[in-house]
């Protein structure tokens, strides 16, 4: 298997996540043309996680976001469903576990805060997902969503969507691991909700008073929220 399909069978996701580990990090700092290494500071600096707060990274594959957030005091655990990906940042510093973002393997009320980056579109269930990081989160702790988006500018948004289904995949052939996988990339960031109906998914599944930070003309977005206490 190669790729996964948009209906995301959870064994389909985490066997095509084992492939791309060996090259994932470079993969997506050249398709990004670079751009990844600023959202994880965003990221950091939006969910502001503070010295000695427990924080959850959750599809952390090789761990390199969470080693960004834990530059902030804070002790961070990367979760990830695919083990290839955990194995492929073992050099990285930080507590790894391997968990399904549906059933995580935490107590209730574990973490200050949590997050995810690139990785919501690829939980099976996304709403159920982000109730289960609610359950795991204490009340009144902060959730930052990382993820693909819809641009703001029309002119872009066709040059972009053009670059996803034609470029991306020819750029992926060079550097990839496993070329299908970005793919399947492609059409799942296609198929993602904006902006405005992410932060609606969100207040209703867990969290509440959901805002959102469009980065790099909206190709990404961060949305912030709340538990409620």
């Not at 935490?106 to 919501?120: K, R, Y």
């Not at 702790?141 to 002119?155: A, D, K, N, Y």
């Not at 991306?168 to 299908?180: F, G, H, T």
Request: aromatic residues 10%.
């Amino acid at each position: 298997m190669s790729r996964a399909s948009l209906e995301k069978n959870p064994r389909d996701v985490a066997t095509m996540f084992d492939a791309v580990g060996k090259n994932y990090d470079i993969t997506n700092t050249v398709l990004s043309f670079g751009r990844d290494r600023a959202w994880r500071r965003r990221t950091r600096r939006r969910l502001d996680p503070a010295p000695g707060e427990l924080v959850l990274d959750l599809a952390a594959g090789t761990a390199v976001s969470t080693v960004e957030l834990a530059e902030s005091g804070a002790w961070c655990v990367a979760c990830d469903f695919s083990r290839g990906m955990l194995a492929a940042g073992r050099h990285r510093d930080v507590p790894k576990v391997c968990g399904d973002a549906m059933r995580l393997p935490f107590p209730d009320g574990t973490f200050d805060a949590v997050t995810i980056s690139f990785g919501l579109r690829n939980i099976v269930d996304f709403r159920a997902g982000l109730r289960e990081m609610a359950r795991v989160t204490k009340p009144g702790g902060r959730l930052t969503v990382c993820e693909f988006s819809t641009p703001t500018l029309p002119v872009f948004r066709t040059f972009y969507i053009e670059y996803l289904m034609r470029a991306l995949p020819v750029v992926a052939r060079a550097v990839a691991s496993n070329p299908e996988a970005y793919v399947y990339l492609a059409e799942s960031i296609r198929a993602w909700p904006d902006q405005e109906s992410l932060a609606a998914e969100i207040d209703a599944n867990g969290w509440t008073d959901c805002g959102w930070q469009n980065l790099t003309f909206g190709i990404t977005a961060l949305h912030s929220a709340v538990k409620p206490r």
